[in-house]
Structures are given as C-alpha cells and as structure tokens.
C-alpha cells in the first residue's frame, strides 16, 4: 500500500509533467544559450566552459528519442528533470516535516500546493520547456536534500545505513558541481552541519571516502569531455584534452585576458 509521502510526489510529478509536455517548446528557441546547448549536444560538440559535459551528453539522448523532431526531444529533457526535480523536492520536504513531528494531512497538502504553485512561477516554466541547464542542476540540488534529509533521519535513529546515504549525498555533490558551479552554494552549510551532527562519530577514513567519492562524481562528468574531443565535432569550444586543459576549461579561462573566446 503506498503511503501518502509517496502519493503526494507522483502527483506532483505526473501533474507537472503532462502541463510542461503540453507546452514544451517543438522547435529550437533562441532563448540564453539553449541553441548552442542543443547544437553541442547533437554533433557530439563541446558547449561552451565550463562545457557542462553531463548536460550535454543526455541531451544528446535526448535529442535521439523518436519524437516529433530533435529539439522536441532536447527540450523535454528539461520537462523531464524540472518535473523530477520537484517531485523529489517534494518527497524531501514530507520527510523533513515528519522530522518536525509536523504530520498532519493538511500541512502536507499546504505543502505540496506551493511546490505546485511555484512550478508554474515564470523562471521555473520557462526553462522546463526549453533545452537548458538549470532544470538538471534544480534536479541535482533536490536530490542532494533528499539525500541529506534521508541521512540525517538515520543519523538520529544510529542507523549503519547513515553512511551509505552520506556516501551517496557525496557523490550527487561531485556530479551536481560538476554540472553547474552555483551547486558550490550549498556545501559550506552542509558541510558544517555533516561536522556539528557526526563530531567524534566520523573517522579519517569514513572523510576520505566521503571527498574520494565526491571527487568520482565530479571528474567522471568531466571525463566526457575527453570522448566528445575524440568525435572531431563540427562544432565546438576550444578543449585541450590533458588535464591542464581541463582546469583551464573548469576555471572558464577562455573568458580571461589570456584566454581566446
């Protein structure tokens, strides 16, 4: 039998994906950086840095499906995240309600119904029906409460499993910098509280395997860029394929004095 905390979050992401797949966009949309985006990510081409590797790759998939055409495809992919995004969101936030013995049905009804409102909000439905990066990056900051949330939970119950979801928070933090910078916002905050909850609990080694698996996360996004250099793409941002360039492609050097875009 499914549980209201499970109801709740299929509603919110069936409901939200059939309104943003009535409005997604069939065609490309010169709007920010969505037809440079969707061009990279078709010919197999690097987008331009911090390249957004991860991005470009699925929407690439994406662009494959069988749909009515390949923009179609990139900018359900957007649909598809945001409306993810929120539905985890959402379960996150029921969680997080429980753990303030705030459970009554309305409250979570409150709660849901804001998340609703807000995915109609101007920001949030435009960039859900065009080919973009923000709707993976909401995805990956939702998840990333969603693990923490989970963790703490089994944290205040000294459940072994606690590490497992701080392993995983670790590694959607890897991937989620990787993929859009502004993720580097939430970890001070998270880190200080990982310290301030854990205290004498965490060992060396259990930090070590916290950053090493962080760091998977992140490089293997960035280690795309080495199999989009190997295509020779048409089209494409200058990509050194060592790892001098890859700092340099990270840290937008491009953009800088000594850079050439």
């Known amino acids: 039998k499914l549980s209201i905390n499970t109801i709740l979050p299929l509603v919110v992401l069936f409901s939200v994906l059939g309104i943003y797949f009535l409005t997604v966009a069939h065609y490309p949309i010169n709007h920010a950086d969505s037809n440079e985006l969707m061009t990279a990510a078709y010919v197999g081409g690097i987008a331009h840095p911090p390249s957004y590797p991860l991005y470009t790759f699925l929407l690439g998939l994406f662009m494959r499906l069988p749909l009515a055409s390949p923009a179609l495809g990139g900018n359900f992919s957007s649909a598809l995240f945001q409306s993810l995004a929120l539905a985890f969101l959402t379960y996150a936030l029921l969680l997080f309600l429980e753990l303030k013995e705030r459970k009554p049905l309305v409250v979570k009804v409150a709660t849901v119904s804001a998340l609703l409102a807000i995915s109609f909000s101007n920001q949030i439905w435009t960039y859900a029906t065009i080919a973009e990066v923000f709707a993976l990056n909401n995805l990956f900051i939702s998840l990333f409460f969603l693990g923490t949330i989970q ?21 959607v933090a890897g991937l989620g910098l990787a ?46 860029l080495w199999y989009f250099d190997q295509l020779k793409s048409p089209f494409g941002w200058f990509f050194t394929p060592n790892f001098a360039g890859l700092i340099f492609t990270i840290t937008r050097g491009l953009y800088t004095n000594q850079g050439s875009a």
Do not use: A, D
């Not at 703490?152 to 701080?166: K, V």
């Not at 998270?190 to 490089?219: A, C, E, H, N, P």
């Open 151 to 171: 963790w703490y939970r089994l944290f205040l119950e000294n459940n072994p499993q606690q590490w497992l979801w701080l392993y995983i928070t670790c590694l």
């Open 179 to 224: 993929h859009h910078q502004t993720f580097l916002f939430l970890l001070p905050g998270w880190t200080i509280l990982i310290i301030m909850s854990l205290k004498q609990q965490i060992s060396r080694q259990k930090i070590i395997y916290s950053i090493g698996i962080g760091l998977v996360g992140f490089f293997s996004s960035y280690s795309l």
